[in-house]
């Protein structure tokens, strides 16, 4: 019992990386007023970060699906499944209102970067 105690602090003290789930526990927020609708939005930014030429040639994934409730949109960055941002995007007046959380362990040039993905959308 006492290892696996041991085991169980080492990995969350190590740095590992955080899930979808632990990023919308832990994750530093954001949020915008987008211009376009939940999945319009979400569909905009992936396309900005994929395009994007913060990853000097690395592939990131981008994953957009549909939200919580009816008419909402998610987004999760990620690469070789070290998970860097999830966006969730809800039906607002002009658009959609997005609240977005990024990794606490990564830099904030990178965060920086991401964050920009989210303008013109």
């Known amino acids: 019992m006492k290892i696996g105690a041991v085991i ?17 526990e832990r994750g530093i927020r954001h949020e915008f007023a987008m211009r ?4 319009g939005a979400a569909a905009c930014v992936a396309r900005n970060v ?3 030429d913060t990853w000097s040639g690395v592939h990131v994934d981008t ?3 549909e939200g919580a409730a009816p008419g909402q949109a998610e987004l999760v960055v990620s690469r070789d499944a070290r998970f860097f941002m999830t966006a969730n995007f809800a039906p607002a007046q002009n658009g959609a209102a997005a609240e977005v959380r990024t990794s606490p362990q990564i830099a904030d040039s990178l965060r920086d970067r991401l964050l920009s993905a ?3 959308c």
């Open 8 to 24: 169980l602090l080492a990995a969350a003290l190590c740095g590992c990386a955080l899930s979808p789930a632990d990023l919308q």
């Open 36 to 39: 376009e609708a939940p999945a």
């Open 50 to 52: 994929e395009n994007s």
């Open 118 to 120: 989210f303008r013109g």
């Open 63 to 65: 994953a957009v699906r």
